[in-house]
């Protein structure tokens, strides 16, 4: 069965870090684009920042030169560095593991910054 668990989450001041993780178990073989995204209460789904099978990344604009995205292709894994966090930034944060074939999302982690 596939699984994808989000972890990291909670809440911090303004300014500071967190670090999501996010754990794939059962993709078998295949290559992944994974990315995270986020939905703030009253907004739609949004996408933070993606990292192709080849490693090439991509950000929002929003959270360009305080996020960073990486990957462990052997354990499965993606990561979200969170920097210079700011309230706008309170959300549920979801993984995301996309293949030809598959479109896969975890159940999120509540990210909450206060001001």
């Known amino acids: 069965q596939v699984q994808l668990v989000e972890s990291g989450g909670g809440l911090v001041q303004a300014g500071g870090s967190l670090r999501l993780s996010c754990t794939a178990s059962g993709l078998g073989f295949g290559l992944y684009d994974r990315g995270w995204y986020r939905q703030a209460p009253g907004k739609e789904r949004e996408l933070v920042a993606r990292i192709n099978y080849a490693g090439t990344t991509a950000y929002a604009d929003s959270v360009k030169d305080r996020f960073t995205i990486s990957r462990d292709n052997a354990k499965n894994m993606v990561y979200l560095q969170m920097n210079s966090l700011k309230a706008e930034d309170t959300a549920v944060y979801y993984c995301?593991?996309?293949?030809?074939?598959?479109?896969?999302w975890g159940r999120g982690t509540q990210v909450t910054v206060s001001s």
């Open positions: 995301n593991f996309e293949s030809r074939s598959r479109n896969l």
